[in-house]
T-cell receptor, first 112, second 114 residues
């Protein structure tokens, strides 16, 4: 079993829909959680990071962490065709840790 | 400074040849990371530098792989005697210090071994 599980999709939604992307993890030591967006043939781009449990909002994006369930989510409101990309979750046990564990990524397609 | 720069963007090589990739991190970032990403997978950690010191290497980094970061500035990743299984995207990332605030990744070098 992988430390971080993420549904690879693809997930297709109509423009304007609310998108929910999720990851589960097994290591209870994880405290730092990040979401990256990766366009085809490009490097990942940091979208959001959160520490411990709770919610964080940035524009159309909301990240949620539920440490009791070992479950994190990224919500995208008013989705746009330009949001079509692969979304990767990543996590680490502490800020001093030098490496992240990534999920496999969920491919999202927003249809115009 | 425009971010993390990687060169080349794409490399096609024949099996058995040596290849070298370069990464220029954001100038004030003292931590530099190499990751490998294969199709349909998330990035996997390869190695990490703090300034010029290579502090950790993954078991994914076989003896054919070597990385350097002379003077704590740019870094190179060399693969000797390439194999078809080495075909992947090689990603470089940097952070100013603690990794808890997320990496800045480069655009990657896509290696194809034929």
């Amino acid at each position: 079993q992988k430390e971080v599980e993420q549904d690879p999709g693809p997930l297709s939604v109509p423009e304007g829909a609310i998108v929910s992307l999720n990851c589960t993890y097994s290591n209870s030591a994880f405290q730092y959680f990040m979401w990256y967006r990766q366009y085809s043939r490009k490097g990942p781009e940091l979208l959001m990071y959160t520490y411990s449990s709770g919610n964080k909002e940035d524009g159309r994006f909301t990240a949620q962490v539920d440490k009791s369930s070992k479950y994190i989510s990224l919500f995208i409101r008013d989705s746009q065709p330009s949001d079509s990309a692969t979304y990767l979750c990543a996590m680490s046990p502490s800020s001093g840790t030098y490496k992240y564990i990534f999920g496999t990524g969920t491919r999202l397609k927003v249809l115009a | 400074d425009t971010g993390v720069s990687q060169d080349p963007r794409h490399k096609i090589t024949k099996r058995g040849q040596n290849v070298t990739f370069r990464c220029d991190p954001i100038s004030e970032h003292n931590r530099l990371y190499w990751y490998r990403q294969t199709l349909g997978q998330g990035p996997e950690f390869l190695t990490y530098f703090q300034n010029e010191a290579q502090l950790e290497k993954s078991r994914l980094l076989s003896d054919r792989f070597s990385a350097e970061r002379p003077k704590g500035s740019f870094s190179t990743l060399e693969i000797q005697r390439t194999e078809q299984g080495d075909s992947a995207m090689y990603l470089c990332a940097s952070t100013p210090g603690e990794a808890g605030f997320g990496y800045t990744f480069g655009s990657g070098t896509r290696l194809t071994v034929v």
